[in-house]
């Protein structure tokens, strides 16, 4: 349990592990070679490292340009809250509305494009990436036209 414990550290997504797991178990009960089985975990893992490096790398540089100017990092930190919780309330709300549907069975177009969404929800993920990238690019593009950089900040106290 160690090594399982060790790439759940890794932050590795839970359900996709276990889902990894029982595929692994399932083709082991039909005979499968052990050596077989192990594709499955490093294929995983391999995917898992290159985007978790990726992301790394990523947000070093964010940090790293964020953290040059004190207006920077204001900038950045108000720029990446807004956008985390205009999705976090797109995807709750997303998910909320397909659980009142389901309940209440109901039918139309907003209601099955919510189920549609809910249905595909793994391919969403891709359009959350396109607003971040989005959101970033205007961001910067505001960034530079306002001339946030030329801004003088005083860091002693005023008296």
Do not use: C
């Not at 108000?78 to 997303?94: D, K, N, P, Q």
């Not at 177009?109 to 189920?115: E, Q, V």
């Not at 969403?124 to 505001?142: D, E, H, N, R």
């Amino acid at each position: 349990m160690y090594p399982l414990g060790f790439l759940f550290g890794l932050g590795f997504d839970t359900a996709t592990e276990v889902g990894l797991l029982g595929i692994s178990a399932a083709e082991a009960s039909r005979g499968l070679p052990i050596w077989s089985i192990l594709v499955f975990p490093a294929l995983f893992t391999a995917g898992m490292a290159l985007i978790d490096s990726t992301d790394s790398i990523l947000m070093l540089g964010a940090y790293g340009w964020a953290f040059v100017k004190p207006i920077r990092k204001l900038y950045y930190n108000m720029t990446i809250t807004f956008v985390s919780v205009v999705v976090a309330l797109l995807i709750g709300g997303i998910q909320a509305l397909g659980l009142v549907g389901g309940q209440f069975n109901l039918h139309g177009t907003l209601w099955d494009a919510i189920g549609g969404l809910n249905a595909h929800f793994g391919a969403f993920g891709l359009i959350i990436i396109g607003v971040f990238v989005v959101s970033w690019m205007a961001s910067i593009f505001i960034y530079r036209r306002n001339r946030y950089d030329d801004i003088e900040v005083n860091s002693e106290p005023a008296l």
